[in-house]
């Protein structure tokens, strides 16, 4: 897949430096709530524990981890996903021909900043950047510098919407991230083929939603996930698991990911589009709310692969 190494900014005159904001990093393995635009998860209040510095292989099962580094082969493999730089993407929840909610990211993985791009509930273009491992940034809207308690809520955001929406992305990667516990639960058929169930939960305190519980449901012949079901934290202990196909598959840079999660019987569906990745981009993408030029249309980057089966 090709990838653009060049990108020019806009400029739209001098900005302030960017607002501080939460000053305690944060790790976060699982999906927060997609602030403001939301039908993926209800919202919670951030934790701060400190975060283990590695998966601890002594709190999961061997079945489930076996099952678990067959997924990342299967899907491009540990190297493939550490040399990932730099992603675009944009999520997007869709109910039939209506979109619910949008909004454009660009995340240097390596550095763990993010630049998120959207309109806000009134239709005005929102662009926060933040620096994850400081939750300092800027925000803008309609082109406006925001300041203290508003520049705040929009970095905010940026944080936890890139948090979720990369998670529906590259979560086979992150299953082995620390604090993340996998019990395999045995093997469920359905008439062909079998598949593998794992349940993924999380240590107290890791992450903003540290209760949340994943079933991942792997296909036994081919190790690639088709589908996964959870139960989120504050839906309650007896809430029915929330299930979603994964569909439309692709490759990105070496990786296989589905681009794609639809419900059985339901209308709504999460998207994954205009999925890139790129060798560099300008270091001001994620330092400055200017405007990044081509960045909706990014017509001069290659789209991915043509989809692949799973």
Do not use: C
């Not at 979560?171 to 169930?197: A, H, S, T, W």
């Not at 019987?265 to 560099?280: R, T």
């Amino acid at each position: 897949m090709k990838r653009l190494t060049t990108w020019t900014l806009i400029t739209l005159g001098a900005f302030a430096p960017a607002v501080p904001v939460l000053g305690a990093p944060q790790s976060q393995t699982q999906p927060a709530a997609p602030a403001e635009t939301a039908p993926a998860a209800p919202a919670t209040p951030p934790a701060a524990p400190v975060t283990p510095a590695a998966f601890d292989a002594s709190k999961s099962d061997e079945k489930a981890i076996a099952i678990v580094d067959q997924v990342v082969a299967a899907m491009g493999g540990e190297a493939a996903w550490k040399n990932l730089r730099y992603v675009k993407l944009t999520f997007a929840v869709k109910q039939g021909e209506k979109r619910l909610a949008q909004r454009t990211h660009y995340w240097d993985k390596h550095l763990q900043r993010s630049r998120m791009e959207g309109p806000t509930k009134d239709g005005k273009p929102l662009v926060a950047v933040v620096d994850h491992s400081t939750r300092q940034g800027q925000a803008s809207i309609d082109g406006q510098l925001l300041f203290e308690a508003d520049a705040k809520k929009y970095v905010e955001m940026a944080y936890g919407n890139l948090i979720n929406d990369t998670y529906w992305l590259f979560m086979p990667f992150k299953m082995k991230d620390p604090g993340v516990r996998l019990r395999y639960e045995g093997g469920v058929p359905e008439n062909k083929p079998v598949y593998d169930k794992v349940l993924m939960t999380f240590d107290e305190g890791i992450g903003l939603t540290s209760k949340d519980r994943y079933w991942i449901y792997v296909n036994r012949t081919d190790h690639m996930i088709e589908r996964w079901s959870y139960v989120l934290q504050g839906q309650g202990a007896a809430a029915s698991p929330t299930a979603w196909q994964w569909v439309d598959w692709t490759k990105l840079d070496g990786l296989k990911v589905s681009t794609r999660r639809t419900q059985d019987g339901g209308e709504v569906e999460i998207v994954l589009e205009n999925v890139q990745a790129f060798d560099s981009l300008p270091d001001a993408v994620f330092t400055s709310v200017v405007p990044v030029e081509g960045a909706p249309a990014a017509a001069s980057a290659s789209a991915p692969d043509k989809p692949v089966a799973p």
